[in-house]
């Protein structure tokens, strides 16, 4: 056991770099959840809202009364005559959202079908007001529409219309992904940045005491000595398969930290599972690293770089549904990508709906990756060892 | 008689077209202080990592404590200490720590292995430093520490390749009086160096290889005895006639005169008494000379005569 336990003595060494990245990592987790909470969540941003609009019915049709009578409501409406400088103080000060006017002949014109750039409209350039109310305009007349080409008169239709409207079922949002899914609270962004975490602290952690105990020098010493190689690298083996096995008994007891009731959901044991075949990949190239590179300085340069690319090409930081095409087609050669993309399943994020086959598809493309890296690893010892 | 500790036997050893070991021949003797000289590439550091069987071999037999070496020979290997010429130390761990390490891949026991290094602190003085990294130490202490890691666990045989490259004068003798008490407390030691006078104070027999190829062995005194050089005189003179330096030419044992113009140089070969003669001649001629100087050839020159070229070259 001799190279096992200066190999545990060493890591010990190392161990602050581990704990400094491990509570930088809590501490960005934490900083992410507040910051999204204070945001608000999509649904809450998107919700039905009165505004503040003003029509100026020039037609004073039944048509254009009708309309207004729908836009009432929903918003805030007022139809006073009004100075056109006060209209234009009110879009400016914000007390009016919308302003809209009918002009004359426009129901002629609608049952003309020519009604087509009739409204005219102002609101505030940038705001989502001008888009909000228009679709609401649209859905009105289009279904008037539709009534009065179905052979209704036009008091039936605006009668029906009316009804149509007012009777539109609740919309609800709906996520296809599986009941417990990691979005919302602190598991996602906590699986999320896990990538770019693993690869820091293995490569900073691990990968030091694999320079030091597998140097040249060391290594020849202790050829020398009646220890056999092959348990040398055994023991090489031990050590890292311990620190691995330790860094993700740690990651497990945040995440049950985090969200104590994800213990019982099947969705978490998912992610652990996904984060346990990444922390593999992460521990081949920690190793492989520790082959190609002889200087344990460069080592943070070295894991910033692999980690940085792996993540912004992967939609660790950025989300994939927000990465251009080709940045996402050359993300698909590194393992991050599948992990990325098995979190989001898991988190009903992305365009992607959830299902079992494209979640063991990540786990498997990750494993193959991991499988590939140990070939290269194993090549890149052997020829070491033979230039030694 | 008692069989070699170390036995070669026309080893061959190739580097693609490169023949590093040319049917090297090689035995050292149980109790002996055994200094491997030549020159850089000669092929010294091939030899004992073929005798240590870290190298593949292409032809001959190495036979250690009279057993055939391989890479799986593990209780020879446990018989065995390397101090090689490159600090081999573990930076992350102490000085008390790395001996512990080295040691502990030949000694089990734990209490017997406390023992050990222990003495080994006490043998190369880093008491004082048990607790220190080694990038706290001095080149000196470094190589002491180097030294202690290879010996702790207390080798019949001990290969110290260069262990005093870059140590202060201090630190040297420290090392060299360290390498003679190990070779008194019973250890036989293989010891290879550029520093021709401590090959010579050092070690009780010496071979000199170059190209792979064994040109000597003997003790000291054997060596020089191979070479046609046997004295060395010098001698501070204002002025020398051509034909004066002739006739010292002449004289007997006399092979070699030269004058650069205020120092006389003579090289004797055989005979005792030659700076008698020489100066007997000088008297005779009335020439005023100075200070005389009457010189054994040193191993450098055994070297040099041997080889033809400087260690260092």
Known sequence: MPVFNVFIKILRKHGSVTLLYLSIYVLLVVFFVMADENGGSAADMFQDKALALHITDEDQSSVSLALTDYLASIHDVSTQTVERGEILDGLYYRTLNYVLTIPDGFEASLLAHDAEGLLTFAALPGTSSELYVNRQISLYLDTLRRFLDCGYSLSESLERTGDALASLPDAETVSFCSANALSGGLLEPFFRYQPYILISVLICGLTPVLITLNGTRIRTRTACSPFPAGRHTLALLGGSLFYGLGLFLICMLLCFLFSPEGIRQPVVWQALLNSFVFLLFSAVLAVLVSLLITDSNVLNMVANSIGLVMSFLCGVFVPQSLLPDAVLRAGRFLPAYWYIHATDLLAGRGDEVYDAGSYWTCIGIQLLFAAALSVVTFAASCRRRKGS | ?313
């Open chain 2, 1 to 313: 008689m008692t069989q070699p500790i170390i036995q070669i036997e026309s080893l061959v050893k190739r580097y693609r077209d490169l023949i590093a070991l040319d049917h090297f021949q090689l035995s050292v003797e149980e109790g002996e202080i055994f200094g491997l000289l030549g020159p850089n590439g000669s092929g010294k550091t091939t030899t004992i990592h073929c005798i240590l069987s870290l190298l593949a071999y292409d032809k001959g037999t190495i036979r250690v404590f009279g057993q055939e070496m391989r890479p799986d020979s593990y209780e020879l290997k446990r018989q065995i200490g390397v101090v090689t010429q490159e600090v081999a130390v573990i930076d992350e761990l102490t000085v008390y720590e790395n001996i512990d390490y080295f040691c502990g891949l030949y000694i089990r026991d734990k209490k017997l292995r406390r023992q050990y290094v222990e003495e080994a602190v006490r043998f190369v003085e880093l008491d004082e430093f048990q607790k220190f990294y080694p990038k706290k130490l001095s080149g000196g202490l470094l190589r002491r520490l180097n030294i202690a890691c290879g010996i702790a666990h207390k080798p019949r045989l001990i290969f110290l390749d260069e262990p005093t490259v870059a140590v202060d004068p201090q630190s040297r003798n420290r090392i060299l009086e360290g390498i003679q008490e190990l070779n008194r407390q019973g250890a036989t030691i293989v010891y290879t160096s550029h520093y021709m006078e401590e090959v010579e104070q050092l070690c009780t027999r010496i071979a000199i290889m170059d190209k792979g190829r064994l040109l000597a062995a003997g003790t000291t005194e054997e060596l020089k005895r191979m070479i046609k050089k046997s004295e060395i005189i010098s001698i501070d003179i204002l002025d020398l006639q051509p034909e004066q330096l002739a006739a010292i030419r002449s004289l007997r044992h006399v092979y070699e005169a030269s004058f650069d113009g205020h120092c006389l140089k003579i090289l004797c070969s055989g005979g005792t008494h030659n700076l008698l003669h020489v100066l007997e001649y000088l008297q005779a001629e009335g020439l005023s000379f100075g200070r005389t100087y009457s010189e054994l050839p040193s191993l450098n020159d055994v070297f040099l005569e041997i080889t033809g070229k400087e260690l260092r070259d």
